[in-house]
T-cell receptor
Framework: AQKITQTQPGMFVQEKEAVTLDCTYDTSDQSYGLFWYKQPSSGEMIFLIY??????QNATEGRYSLNFQKARKSANLVISASQLGDSAMYFCAMRDSMEYGNKLVFGAGTILRVKS | DAGITQSPRHKVTETGTPVTLRCHQTENHRYMYWYRQDPGHGLRLIHYSYGVKDTDKGEVSDGYSVSRSKTEDFLLTLESATSSQTSVYFC??????????FGQGTRLTVV
């Protein structure tokens, strides 16, 4: 069963506007972590933001915030004030704390294009 | 930046030949992983390691083997390369319950 679902294969956003990238997950565990990574066209994987399942507040890192809705099992990434350099592939990932191996499971990704 | 290096960065090989990709870290992280990236699939875990000589299979392990004889090195071997193994391969490292850091990736083409 797919554990991480990113339903938006591609998104467009106007420069300086905010954009939300969707991520839903599936787990029966109570303890887990959610991650977002950015992959620009150059190919490297860049860690953006982390949310723990027990964290009461949504995580924020600069222009990135994670809209964590536990009951809905969603962990959407919000990018505020989009910049041209935000154009990239974005991956949502989850780690189940109860699963052996400390493994990350990734979604299929969303390609974001920022228009000037 | 985390000290993690993959080699080679690009490789073209023929069907049926063995291929070994190397991942080297200088961070002394316990966990190491090999993922492959294919369009529409995101990153899928091939094998992972939780210590020297401790390895286990991921979701797409068929046709691959790994070895970790030192903390810093994690080798991925394609025993007999097939065209379906044409992909971009990423190595990653992490400590327990922290984010993973990724290498630059290896683009492998099997012809």
């Amino acid at each position: 069963a797919q554990k991480i679902t990113q339903t938006q294969p591609g998104m467009f956003v106007q420069e300086k506007e905010a954009v939300t990238l969707d991520c839903t997950y599936d787990t029966s565990d109570q303890s887990y972590g959610l991650f977002w990574y950015k992959q620009p066209s150059s190919g490297e994987m860049i860690f953006l933001i982390y949310q723990g399942s027990y964290d009461e507040q949504n995580a924020t890192e600069g222009r990135y915030s994670l809209n964590f809705q536990k009951a809905r099992k969603s962990a959407n990434l919000v990018i505020s004030a989009s910049q041209l350099g935000d154009s990239a592939m974005y991956f949502c990932a989850m780690r189940d704390s109860m699963e052996y191996g400390n493994k990350l499971v990734f979604g299929a990704g969303t390609i974001l294009r920022v228009k000037s | 930046d985390a000290g993690i290096t993959q080699s080679p960065r690009h490789k073209v090989t023929e069907t049926g030949t063995p291929v070994t990709l190397r991942c080297h870290q200088t961070e002394n992280h316990r966990y190491m992983y090999w993922y492959r990236q294919d369009p529409g699939h995101g990153l899928r875990l091939i094998h992972y390691s939780y210590g020297v000589k401790d390895t286990d299979k991921g979701e797409v392990s068929d046709g691959y083997s790994v070895s970790r004889s030192k903390t810093e090195d994690f080798l991925l071997t394609l025993e007999s390369a097939t065209s379906s193994q044409t992909s971009v391969y990423f190595c990653a490292i992490s400590e327990f319950n922290t984010e993973a850091f990724f290498g630059q990736g290896t683009r492998l083409t099997v012809v």
